[in-house]
């Protein structure tokens, strides 16, 4: 696919006209997004109700819908962290990609791991890739490149975060603990249903469907049992190569999700958020 060209989920719509006034240099963009979101779980601030369902916001228009009607003003002025839109690494990712697409930036969305939140954990995560004209540049888009890191966050290296699918082969090699991959050591969401999951998001966001971390479709599972893993090893093995500069491979799993039901997302999930008690299968196309 074309990464310099918005998708339903990234593209900012009515306020496209907000992106213009924004840095071109991508410290900036960075800046402004991290001024406008505020995580859920790591922002100091509990959020609950009509404010914690914001992170079920899919789309770069709702998020930028509800900063306006909130501020109103534009989105470099300084918001305070609790005026700012309730989200995830996920929003923090998009919201950057979208800016770096309405500028012609081709840019994209990873799902994986992260080894860098917490000693001995490798929390699930999302950060950002974009083509810089030779190679794709890995950014965590959520971080303050001034905070102290072992690592630059605007250019990362490999192995600090590694993706859903690196994981998942690890975890069938039997080199990787999957009781250390997950949503956090003290819940019972990680292991290897879920990074099985994370494989199949990444491979929907990596086609265009930037979904939110709790919609669920296709042969997603909260077990592994019966779960069809065959099928999460081919695809894992082919997003792999892609990454490694495979083109065939890079072609094949785009056209596999393409074509097979069981892992085109055709815009019905069965959602699990954390801001709804309710789980349940919803049209989401019928819900923007």
């Not at 700012?84 to 840019?107: E, K, N, W």
């Not at 890739?129 to 030779?134: H, I």
């Not at 490149?145 to 690890?170: I, K, N």
Request: proline share 6%; glycine share 10%; aromatic share 10%.
């Amino acid at each position: 696919m074309d990464y310099a060209i918005q998708t339903q989920f990234s593209d900012p719509g009515v306020h496209a006209e907000l992106f213009d006034a924004l840095p071109d240099d991508l410290p900036g963009i960075g800046a402004v997004v991290r001024n406008l979101l505020i995580h859920y779980r790591g922002g100091g601030i509990e959020f609950t109700g009509d404010r914690l369902a914001e992170i079920d916001h899919r789309w770069v228009s709702a998020m930028l819908t509800t900063d306006q009607k909130r501020n109103g003003t534009p989105l470099a002025v300084p918001r305070e962290p609790v005026d700012r839109i309730v989200g995830c690494c996920r929003d923090y990712t998009l919201m950057f990609v979208s800016a770096l697409r309405h500028q012609g930036i081709p840019a994209r969305s990873r799902i994986g791991f992260a080894d860098y939140f917490a000693a001995g954990y490798n929390h699930d995560h999302v950060v950002a890739e974009y083509w810089n004209g030779d190679r794709w540049v890995m950014v965590d888009a959520q971080l303050d490149p001034a905070e102290d890191r072992p690592f630059d966050v605007e250019d990362m290296p490999r192995g600090p975060f590694r993706s859903a699918a690196e994981v998942w082969l690890g975890i069938r090699a039997g080199d990787l603990d999957p009781d250390v991959f997950g949503v956090d050591p003290g819940l019972p969401i990680g292991g290897d249903w879920f990074v099985r999951n994370y494989v199949h998001l990444q491979l929907a966001h990596l086609n265009g469907d930037e979904l939110l971390l709790w919609d669920n479709w296709g042969t997603m599972t909260a077990s592994i049992d019966g779960a069809d893993v065959d099928l999460t090893d081919e695809v894992a093995r082919l997003m792999v190569a892609a990454d490694n500069g495979d083109e065939a491979a890079g072609k094949e799993v785009a056209d596999r999700y393409h074509s097979e039901p069981e892992l085109k997302f055709t815009g019905r999930a069965f959602v699990t958020s954390p801001a709804r008690p309710d789980h349940a299968w919803m049209d989401l196309s019928a819900s923007r």
